[in-house]
């Protein structure tokens, strides 16, 4: 496996101008398009999460013509909506020395620095405009007694600035959104297709100009046209079977598009989050998320002693290792994700790993029940704690809980410019969908404010400048050869799926394709681990391809069948991202190659050779994509090595 | 743990469907619920069988998706709870559970376990909203919301909108799914522009495609979120108020 430099040059169209002017300058110098003239231009959007149902709703007030498209049965179930801790913004609402520069500049670094400045700033800029939005819609964040809205810190910030809604801050901006997407669908502006997947991107002219899909329940193939396509469909962590992401959540839509000709960035750049709740065995689906809120008020800590088998409540304080406080005192417990993860897996690979499989470390809330009663324990966190008990059996108010890390979000995704456009002209993608924000690292409450900065306040306005050379001109009719070809294509991979006759379920192959990408590209990675994937994942592709057994047919609903073909994407990502990992040959936010770090353990990054976005082109075959550089300048912040000590 | 299965299968909406029994043996007390549906599922596509089609998909009690009548409680018999929550530890070993779909006419049945529930979003069309534009917002902190308001405002926007309450009730009315959403909006102050509106037509939505209420209070014990029923009353009274008032409004305008 190897890859090739493609001589292909990527403009992320940055403005000119000091980096707190380029956003007004840019809204001011793009094209519009005229309110009447709107109605005339088509606009399909893929996904219903935060960023896709805020984008339609926003675009379907501004009087543009959408369609929108979810595989649900509703937009209201998008994974967004499991979103627990909160969401950022730079109000300062606490005179605690917060500014829009401060979080532009916490977002930088700890993204490790591996994101572009101006990106970065407009999304601190426009989390103002965010908060205002949501809390006119009704969204019910935690107040405080005067009636004013509630703060909370979260990991890799030293101010209070996560607004939150209890522990389900993603499902109220959700509902919002969602709210905001049907009264446009009542309004007649939004066309709304449920249960509908989309299977592939149709390109005519070089230019993004409609979808084919699969209806879900009667096995329709269906064309649909459009004078521009918006992906916001989510991120990939289900590659690893085991993650914190929905059931259904999947690459499908970002990597079709892919394959027509979307460069894919930074792949290997994925999360994992520090406090999840521990594998409890095989037949697990998936695992189940605990806000990293809780690290605000829960301490954590595994036995001194390896192999300490006692009970938490029976080892005394002197036998615990406070483990993050230990080592990052300034942060604590509070320190970015992919540190506090890290720190946990060394912590279980010493042996010190707590709970029936050792293979979890404790969050411990009780000297915060202590110092706060359990009263103000039980309205911050009551509902965290009893889906805690639910799942486990144990009760958090009275034994530690038990947390590890999983895989939960990923940074990297479509390559996008200062537009939000992809390398094909008129495809868009908006959210955790693509990569520009969050560098090789995202800070906690940050996904939720970038979902909605795109689809609220960003593509809203960039997407006319792309519509203003089309104005008068019809869409591509879809009897066009251009969307039958892709038609006769998606139905020839249906009915492949359905003829191969194997033996195994498609569940056992992505369940296998999981280990090994979370023992070889997940927490930390290494050349020879990463060699050894890129060898057995085609192999178990191969095999995927001529023992997959899908019963049933295309024209009913058939569960078994939507997944063969989001687990076949899956393989082709999978190659992608060991590869990126193997390429890049430091250690940056979430990816942590273990030939390259400090003496105490911590990642080193390589800036003179690695300071830029690896966008890959798909060449037709999955090990041997085409490496394109977008190398990122530093004009504001200075790189510098990432201390949470 | 071994347990025998009654399941409802059916192929699609036009097909009858009928009870079939599965037995499934060695399943650990851990597994939740939708788990043991895998391995069922798992061991049916071995055997040459169709798996069960059922919606599921966070998996963590939130997105609403997942939902079965489990021995004739909807998500099953522990309360506060949904489906995929449900773990097997609440089971005795050689239990038999039936399984079935959400028992509603307006929730008609697409296959097997799964139902069509796009009557809730014609509810939430009709009214279930505070039309804000993008950009048209305020500073947030302009208006404030008293915690109290703000918490019972919460506690109604929790619903899930699963449909636990139109299947528990024998009515097959959804009258708490609709008044937790005209509760959430009709409580803020933000929501009050609209307020006689929005209730006036959701509830007529309501009453195009669901039963009507009369006061079991089933739902409430069914719903996975611990909605209350006092917001049932809540509409009613604002619904009531919304007659005169939407009129006088009307009178106002001519």
Known sequence: MTYTT???????????????????????????????????????????????????????????????????DSPRRAHSIAAQGGINAAKNYHNDGDSVYRLFYDTIKGGDYRSREAN????????????????????????????????????????????????????????GAYQALLRQVAAGTVTLHKRTEMLDLVLKDGRAVGIVTRDLITGEI?????????????????????????????????????????????????QIHPTCIPQSDEFQSKLTLMSESLR??????????????????????????YYLERMYPAFGNLV?????????????????????????????????????????IADRYGNLFEMYERITDENPYKVPMRIYPAPHYTMGGLWVDYNLMTTIPGLYALGEANFSDHGANRLGASALMQGLADGYFILPYTIGDYLADFLGDPVVPTDDPAFQEVEDEVRGRISGYLNTGGTRSVDWFHRELGKILW???????????????????????????????????????????????????????????????????????????????????????????FAYVAAWDWTGNPQSPALIKESLEFEYVTPSTRSYK | MNITLQVWRQENADRPGRFVTYQVTDIEPDMSFLEMLDVLNERLVAQGEEPIAFDHDCREGICGSCGV???????????????????????????????????????????????????????????????????????????????????????????????????????????????AKIAHLNLLPQGQAERWTRTEAMVETMEQYFGSCTN????????????????????????????????RLLSQSN
């Open chain 1, 6 to 72: 493609s001589s292909r040059q990527l403009d992320a169209k940055i403005p000119s101008g000091p980096l707190e002017d380029k956003w007004e300058n840019h809204k001011f110098s793009i094209r519009l398009v005229n309110p009447n003239n709107k109605r005339k231009f088509k606009i399909i959007v893929v996904g219903t999460g935060l960023a896709g149902a805020s984008a339609a709703a926003t675009l379907g007030e501004l009087g543009y013509n959408v369609e929108v498209f979810t595989f649900h």
């Open chain 1, 120 to 175: 970065v700033y407009r999304l601190a800029d426009v989390s103002l405009n965010i908060i205002d939005q949501c809390t006119a819609q009704g969204v019910p964040f935690a107040r405080e007694y005067g009636g004013y809205l509630d703060n909370r810190s979260f990991g890799g910030a030293q101010v209070s600035r996560t607004f939150y809604a209890r522990g389900q801050t993603g499902q109220q901006l959700l509902l």
């Open chain 1, 222 to 270: 269906r064309s649909h046209s459009a004078h521009a396509v918006v992906l916001a469909t989510g991120g990939y962590a289900n590659v690893f079977f085991l993650s914190t992401n929905a059931m259904a959540s999947n690459v499908t839509a970002a990597w079709r598009a892919h394959r027509r000709g979307a460069a894919f960035a930074n792949p290997c750049f994925t």
């Open chain 1, 296 to 321: 605000n008020d829960g301490r954590i800590w595994v036995p001194k002693r390896a192999d300490d088998n006692r009970p938490p409540d029976q080892i005394p304080e002197e036998d615990r290792d």
């Open chain 1, 336 to 376: 970015p994700r992919d540190v506090a993860s890290r720190a946990a897996k060394r912590m279980v690979d010493a042996g010190k790993g707590v709970g029936p499989l050792k293979n979890g470390v404790y969050l411990d809330f009780s000297s915060a029940i202590e110092r706060l009663g359990v009263e103000v």
């Open chain 1, 519 to 609: 023992d070889y590209c997940g927490m930390s990675r290494n050349e020879e681990g990463l060699k050894k994937a890129l060898a057995e994942i085609p192999a178990l592709h191969e095999e995927y391809k001529r023992d997959m057994r899908v019963l049933g047919t295309n024209e009913s609903l058939n569960q078994s069948l939507e997944r063969a073909g989001r687990v076949d994407d899956f393989f082709e990502l999978a190659q992608l991202m060991c590869l990126d990992a193997l390429h890049r040959e430091e250690s940056a936010g979430g990816h942590f190659r273990e030939e390259y770090q400090t003496e105490e353990g911590e990642a080193l990054r390589r800036d003179d050779e």
């Open chain 2, 69 to 179: 009548m489990i021995d004739g409680l909807p998500h099953g018999p522990q309360l506060g709870t949904a489906t995929c929550q449900l773990h097997m530890r609440k089971f005795r070993d050689g239990d038999t559970i039936v399984v079935e779909p959400w028992r509603a006419a307006a929730f008609p049945v697409i296959r097997d376990l799964v139902v069509d529930r796009s009557a809730f979003d014609r509810i939430i069309e009709a009214g279930g909203y505070i039309s804000v534009d993008t950009g048209s917002a305020p500073d947030a902190n302009l208006i404030p919301v008293p915690k109290d308001v703000a918490d019972t405002a919460f506690d109604a926007a929790a619903c899930i909108g699963c449909g636990a309450c139109v299947a528990a009730c024998p009515n097959g009315a959804a009258n708490l799914f609709t008044a």
């Open chain 2, 216 to 247: 079991h209070g089933e739902c409430e014990k069914a719903c996975p979120k611990g909605i209350s029923i006092d917001f049932i009353a809540l509409m009613n009274r604002d619904y009531a108020k919304a007659k005169v008032k939407n009129r």
